[in-house]
């Protein structure tokens, strides 16, 4: 079934909300993504098609996006911040303890489909290095025992519900 067969209202509704058809390029693909967690070739060539657009164009902004993803990813995808300020404070180092803790590197799925991890461009907490990104939830000054942690929580759960919550800044040091 074709995205216009299934979604032919809502691609309706998201096409009235721009003048310009391209600008409604990124929230096509974001209904293309929500069945399946990922774009599909087909879809992608579908959204194409409805935006005027060429498959190439449509494919260039699918990759640009970390939020996007051309492949099934795990239920829980772990994105690992590897630009300069978190590469100096230990980005690989993180990306070790994944692959440690789940025997998986970047590009890479558990044979359960519960984890995939990804390393990926800033995303934009320069000041908390290292730090990741789960689904929709930021770990920020990560340590190996707060990844454990982290990994612990989510394989108990099966679900982004962490008993722990998402990572909370701690309280600053008070002076005198």
């Given at each position: ?19 310009v ?12 993504q ?58 690989d ?33 320069c ?50």
């Open positions: 079934m074709t995205l216009s067969e299934k979604y032919g209202t809502e691609i309706a509704e998201i096409l009235s909300r721009y003048p058809k391209r600008s409604a390029l990124i929230p096509l693909l974001y209904l293309a929500r069945e399946g967690g990922y774009i599909t070739e087909a879809a992608m060539i579908e959204i194409a098609g409805i935006l005027k657009l060429t498959p190439p164009q449509v494919y260039e902004t699918a990759t640009f996006y970390t939020m996007l993803n051309l492949k099934p990813v795990g239920t829980f995808h772990i994105q690992v911040c590897k630009s300069l300020m978190c590469a100096l404070v230990g980005s180092t993180v990306i070790g303890w994944i692959k440690a803790k789940l025997g998986i590197g970047p590009g890479e799925t558990t044979a359960d489909g519960l984890f995939t991890l990804t390393a990926v461009e800033c995303l934009a907490a000041g908390t290095g290292p730090m990741m990104q789960i689904n929709d939830d930021y770990y920020e000054r990560l340590t190996e025992e707060k990844v454990d942690r982290i990994l612990a929580d989510l394989k108990s759960t099966g679900s982004c519900a962490l008993k722990t919550g998402p990572f909370m800044w701690p309280e600053p040091a008070r002076n005198g």
